[in-house]
Nanobody, 125 residues
Framework: QVQLVESGGGLVQAGGSLRLSCAASSKRPFSSYAMGWFRQAPGKEREFVSAINWSGGSTDYADSVKGRFTISRDNAKNTVYLGMDSLKPEDTAVYYC?????????????????WGQGTQVTVSS
């Protein structure tokens, strides 16, 4: 079992930046899990944003955020981060952190067994 708690969301103007954090607690080492970020805008399905493998050596991004968002992890702190730059109004959504018992990269929600409660990101134009 993994408990995930996101933080760092908020209201920002277009072009601004935010950094989301996701703190994990588990009996297994944090490095046992691949991690991902997803988001869900009102009236839309949850969509993949970014993923990182167990070591942080491999990452993946949705085309819509590539070049603007950066995923990273600190296994010593049991935390995964999502740096978001050049934010756009269409980035407005609830952002969810997710953990997978696998160690590779996963872009589908079904590959993740554990989810946080989400943090709201609102980008004003």
């Amino acid at each position: 079992q993994v408990q995930l708690v996101e933080s760092g969301g908020g209201l920002v103007q277009a072009g601004g930046s935010l950094r989301l954090s996701c703190a994990a607690s588990s009996k297994r080492p944090f490095s046992s899990y691949a991690m991902g970020w997803f988001r869900q805008a009102p009236g839309k399905e949850r969509e993949f944003v970014s993923a990182i493998n167990w070591s942080g050596g491999s990452t993946d991004y949705a085309d819509s955020v590539k070049g603007r968002f950066t995923i990273s992890r600190d296994n010593a702190k049991n935390t995964v981060y999502l740096g978001m730059d050049s934010l756009k109004p269409e980035d407005t959504a609830v952002y969810y952190c997710a953990a997978s018992r696998g160690v590779s990269l996963y872009s589908t929600a079904g590959s993740y067994q554990y989810w946080g409660q989400g943090t709201q990101v609102t980008v004003s134009s």
